[in-house]
């Protein structure tokens, strides 16, 4: 992790996107060690704001680190034949039914060292460092037995320790019924309850706990009670939900306060009032719903209307989401799903950090965090209208500069 400075530093004449909005007028933006000490218009700024500062240069964009708030980085194997067939006309759920998709992962996954899966997950963060990410989040459900659950968090720990990022780790043990479990759908709920969720919070690797509610995993019934396990355990929730059909299980996590519900492309009114009720973010995930080739939409215009915060990840996995570059995704939730520019960025900074329960992150203002990127585009819109590597110009996580100089 960097070490925490008293050193300032200077950026003058940015445009600033704030992780809600674009401010108005150029803006000078002051550092003090790991926070933002000062955010004052450019025609404000006078020689008290400069003085003992290192000056950090003129123009770009400004925004908070980027916020990946749904991610399953860590996995042994690849399914690229999968792609193939989905191009030759089966579906998603006919390949999991025959034994493919997730357990075709978790098979790779249980047969890798901790060692492997560290190096095979490595370069994937890297990748979304070096296109803006300063926190993600990253999921296990892919050992899908005790051991294989917490080697993969533990992964994911060492990952954020490792490389100059924030991991926030979700156990996400309901996730597919593994072969040993084959036809008992339920005793393998009782041992995610009895026994995984409690193994991950005595170890301390979990900061959530999450599960996959779609008529190819888990009932609305069984998920719940994975929800009431984890309260129990004091962790907080979030859930795929209706991503293939409409089960209800969103308005049934909100119920239980849950941090996010994600996919959601078949949530209904119901579902959508359930979550305004509890503050719960959707999270929109462009990158499955491009390589899936679904067709159902998530109700964008129905959540805007209802002021749901929607927040945009990349849902970086091996299967329905082989894709690990942040902005492409601001790229695809504008023209795949309509959101606004605007709507998108938020997603990816101040609506993603709210989605892991890290509320007043993702944000640009006077004492938050000095996670910051700057970037070679002329307005905030131009990280969603184009999709071209190499526009960080610099990035900085706690105060300290990880990239450009």
């Not at 849950?258 to 719960?280: K, T």
């Not at 938050?368 to 590597?389: K, R």
Request: net charge negative.
């Amino acid at each position: 992790m960097p070490n925490s400075t008293s050193k300032r530093r200077l950026w003058r004449d940015v445009r600033v996107f704030d992780g809600l909005r674009t401010l108005p007028e150029p803006m000078a933006v002051v550092t003090e060690g790991t926070r933002i000490a000062s955010l004052v218009a450019m025609r404000d700024a006078d020689e008290n704001l400069v003085e003992g500062c290192s000056d950090m240069g003129r123009g770009g964009v400004m925004t908070p680190g980027l916020v990946d708030c749904h991610t399953h980085l860590v996995f042994g194997g690849g399914r690229a034949d999968e792609f193939e067939a989905r191009l030759e006309g089966a579906s998603y759920e006919e390949i999991a039914r025959r034994g493919g998709g997730i357990l075709s992962t978790v098979r790779a996954t249980r047969e890798a060292s901790e060692e492997e899966l560290l190096a095979l997950a490595r370069p994937r963060l890297e990748a979304l460092i070096a296109d803006g990410v300063t926190t993600v989040e990253i999921k296990s459900g892919y050992g899908l037995d005790v051991a294989s659950e917490l080697k993969m968090l533990r992964v994911a720990r060492r990952l954020g320790e490792e490389l100059p990022v924030r991991v926030v780790t979700t156990l996400l043990g309901a996730h597919a019924l593994p072969p040993e479990f084959k036809g008992d759908s339920d005793g393998y709920i009782d041992l995610v309850c009895r026994e995984m969720v409690p193994a991950a919070t005595q170890a301390g690797l979990a900061d959530a706990v999450d599960v996959f509610c779609e008529k190819i995993a888990f009932s609305v019934a069984q998920c719940e009670r994975v929800f009431v396990a984890a309260e129990a355990h004091g962790l907080p929730i979030k859930a795929h939900a209706e991503q293939l059909s409409n089960l209800g299980g969103t308005a049934m996590a909100a119920r239980h306060g849950a941090l996010s519900a994600d996919h959601i492309e078949y949530l209904d009114a119901a579902g959508i009032a359930a979550m305004r009720e509890a503050g719960s973010v959707a999270v929109i995930l462009p990158g499955a719903f491009h390589t899936l080739r679904e067709t159902q939409q998530p109700p964008i215009a129905a959540l805007r209307k209802a002021g749901v915060p929607m927040a945009v990840a990349t849902d970086a996995n091996p299967g329905s989401s082989p894709l690990f570059m942040p902005t492409l995704m601001l790229n695809l939730a504008c023209t795949l799903f309509r959101l606004t520019p605007q709507e998108a960025l938020a997603g990816m900074t101040a609506h993603g950090a709210t989605a892991l329960g890290l509320a007043g992150q993702g944000r640009i203002r006077e004492g938050a965090e000095a996670d910051l990127c700057l970037w070679n585009v002329e307005s905030p819109a131009g990280l969603a209208y184009a999709v071209q590597p190499g526009r960080l110009r610099q990035r900085l996580f706690q105060g300290e500069l990880t990239h450009g100089n």
